[in-house]
């Protein structure tokens, strides 16, 4: 791992330290991440096909990796930036060093370099293409394939990793064996509730693969659901015939903007059946619903973001991973904003009531407050069932009508 390693971003700008993971180049949009925790759930996450990824916690690795925290199987990340890598691994759930993981998926990663210089960079002039390396060629031949990197906006990168077959989903949240399940959310939390009250007839979710994260399906599962994941470029009309009691919008990289017909397809669904989306899924219900989307400065990717519900007055930690928003002033007379964002007034949620329709941009599957958001996974549940349920409470019409933090 001391094989000197290269991060060049498109201006210009160069980040020189130490090679860990593969000895390899990868090229893709420049991030960062400012989580303390939770790596390997990052780095597993499909959201970040296309994405070279900058911790800003000072040392990562030092938990190691191990079988049950991946999200989609295998590293999706095309590169990883630390400022200190931890070779030893002092965690019990240990099975494999971060190096010898990102190594075997043939994912590059660079550390020794000042990541508080390459996060205030980002911060302050944007999200940046870059080309990570361990070849010898010159700084400006990294800079110029830098440039040659495609801007993350225009890009379709949902549907080339989207399932290529429907399949079934049955397994439930997972947990060390040993481990308290209480503490991952399995028992004495809404879903559980949910699970109890719905043995006798589960539910059947259709959830469209946009680059799902699985821990999404298992609390789907934990709460009583059958679920079908089907590709990004499945038909409405054959969803709707596998007669699904509620349809699943997941998370995913790219420009939402972008995904082939995914608007029309979920345009064709609107008031059949009752919809929720998450991140890319929240985007894309945006769209169709008649809204806008644009890319952010530098997006949010966090574990700590402030999100106000509006409806109750309550403040969520959440865990986030975006890098395009949704333009509240498209959504005017189509949809209500349900949640913001207190650290800059971005749109974390809507809904559309008479439709059965809601969203949220931020992943209330992850373990950020710990479980602030896992409620959500219960409201599809009773808006799913006979008697159906409410999006918005009673009593939210005035805070929606002014949709402002503060």
């Not at 130490?18 to 759930?41: I, N, R």
């Not at 990570?132 to 495609?150: M, N």
């Not at 609390?219 to 699904?244: I, N, Y």
């Not at 008479?354 to 992943?363: D, I, K, P, T």
Request: hydrophobic share 40%; net charge neutral; aromatic share 6%.
């Amino acid at each position: 791992m001391s094989k000197r390693c290269v991060l060049a971003l498109e201006d210009g700008q160069l980040f020189e330290g130490h090679s860990f993971g593969a000895a390899a180049e990868a090229g893709g949009e420049v991030v960062f991440h400012t989580s303390p925790f939770g790596y390997q759930e990052i780095l597993t996450d499909p959201s970040y096909v296309g994405q070279i990824v900058t911790m800003a916690a000072t040392q990562m690795g030092n938990v190691g990796t191990n079988g049950l925290d991946d999200e989609s199987g295998r590293p999706r990340i095309a590169g990883m930036v630390v400022r200190e890598y931890s070779e030893r691994a002092s965690s019990w759930r240990s099975q494999g060093s971060l190096h010898e993981w990102l190594n075997a998926a043939g994912v590059p990663g660079l550390h020794g370099v000042d990541t508080r210089k390459l996060v205030r960079h980002l911060r302050t002039h944007g999200s940046k293409r870059g080309v990570l390396s361990t070849e010898s060629v010159s700084a400006a031949a990294l800079i110029e394939r830098a440039r040659a990197v495609p801007d993350m906006e225009g890009q379709d990168l949902a549907t080339p990793i989207s399932t290529r077959t429907p399949y079934e989903f049955t397994r439930p949240l997972r947990h060390f064996e040993g481990s308290d399940p209480a503490r991952h959310g399995v028992i004495g939390s809404p879903i559980g509730s949910a699970r109890k009250s719905l043995e006798a007839a589960p539910l059947h979710v259709v959830a469209y693969d946009y680059g799902l994260k699985a821990t999404m399906l298992e609390l789907l599962v934990d709460a009583g659901c059958r679920v079908t994941v089907v590709p990004a470029g499945f038909p409405a009309e054959q969803v709707l015939a596998l007669r699904p009691d509620g349809v699943f919008l997941t998370n995913g990289p790219g420009d939402p903007a972008a995904v082939a017909h995914a608007q029309e397809r979920i345009r064709t669904l609107l008031g059949k059946v009752p919809l929720f989306g998450i991140c890319l899924g929240h985007q894309l219900l945006a769209l169709a619903l008649g809204g806008r989307t644009f890319k952010m400065k530098f997006g949010h990717r966090g574990a700590n973001h402030p999100v106000q519900d509006l409806a109750t007055g309550k403040v969520e930690i959440t865990s986030q991973n975006h890098g395009f928003a949704v333009d509240a002033d498209s959504l005017a007379g189509k949809a209500v904003v349900t949640h913001l964002n207190l650290n800059d007034g971005t749109v974390e949620g809507l809904a559309a009531p008479e439709l059965q329709a809601f969203s949220v941009q931020y992943h209330p599957e992850s373990s950020p407050g710990p479980h602030d958001a896992r409620h959500l996974f219960a409201r599809f549940v009773r808006l799913m069932r006979p008697e159906g349920g409410q999006i918005v409470p009673v009593g939210a019409a005035r805070l929606l009508a002014n949709p402002r933090p503060g």
